[in-house]
């Protein structure tokens, strides 16, 4: 089986700012923030709202390798956090969990986030676990919600392909995955695309929402048994994703932190410069902030 544990460069113009919570001349400068944090964990702000989304917060190495995973006899998270995990926490508002695997909601968030503090989740399944976790202001994004000032909509993917899912251990063990779309007057619409392939819910969230800034779980992992048929986007996606919205900043995160992503900060920052698309696309190091 594959888990309890899965289940259970570039840098562009904008300031790099190490450890601790967004530096006040920053937040000066601009209102809407994204810190990459680890992994898929990143910070969005939005003038005076922060969302800690997919928070990973253990220690280097605290778990096994994901099981029937490329390299999964490495033990995860591959690197440590860049700061405190204190100050990971510091200041957030809301927390927002795509999906309850381990490698976006950790047992190391459970323990350190305060159970008041307001936390949206995809489906009535994934506030069922958070809620028994001690949780007490879990709230469903069925489709959109406000939270203040910030209008959120919820967007689909899928966690892998059709061949993937058609395998029925498999589909039960990668579920159901969402996006989210932020959106605030006077700021620019972000779009959080999530663990997924490239599929037409993207494209459509694409089309209706034209996003203009999209952060991109790019660390393409893969499973035992569909070796280049990744279960998170990659480096093509990446171009797909530019070539359908030219316009918009891509923040490429999801990489170099856990087993079985097979795609680096490296590997991608010489394609996306083969390609043509430095300027559009950002790969934040750990604890990097970028300001819009």
Request: charged share 25%.
């Amino acid at each position: 089986m594959l888990i309890k544990t899965f289940a259970g460069a570039l840098v562009a113009a904008s300031a790099v700012f190490a450890g601790g919570a967004f530096a006040e001349s920053g937040a000066q400068e601009s209102t809407q923030q994204i810190q990459h944090i680890r992994n898929a964990t990143i910070k969005v702000t939005y003038g005076e709202t922060t969302f800690l989304i997919d928070p990973m917060l253990a220690d280097q190495g605290a778990y096994p390798g994901f099981e029937n995973t490329y390299r999964s006899e490495l033990h995860n998270p591959l690197v440590g956090l860049p700061m405190a995990v204190e100050d990971v926490v510091e200041g957030t508002d809301a927390v927002i969990v795509t999906h309850t695997h381990l490698d976006h909601w950790d047992d190391a968030a459970q323990k350190q986030l305060p159970k008041d503090i307001p936390l949206f989740v995809q489906n009535a399944a994934d506030a069922e676990i958070i809620r028994s976790q001690g949780f007490k202001d879990v709230r469903i994004l069925d489709d959109v919600a406000e939270f203040r000032g910030v209008t959120l909509h919820k967007t689909g993917g899928q966690h892998g392909s059709d061949a993937i899912y058609a395998v029925p251990e498999l589909a039960k063990l990668l579920g159901e995955v969402m996006g989210v779309v932020f959106e605030s007057k006077g700021q620019k619409t972000t779009y959080v695309v999530g663990d997924t392939v490239w599929r037409d819910e993207v494209v459509r969230a694409l089309e209706r929402y034209r996003p203009e800034v999209i952060v991109l779980n790019t660390g393409a992992a893969e499973v035992s048994g569909f070796e280049g048929d990744p279960i998170i986007m990659g480096k093509e996606d990446t171009l797909l994703i530019h070539r359908a919205a030219p316009d918009a900043t891509i923040v490429a995160v999801h990489m170099d932190a856990v087993n079985h992503m097979t795609l680096s900060r490296k590997e991608l920052a010489e394609f996306v410069h083969n390609e043509g698309i430095d300027e559009q696309v950002l790969i934040p190091a750990d604890g990097e902030i970028h300001s819009f």
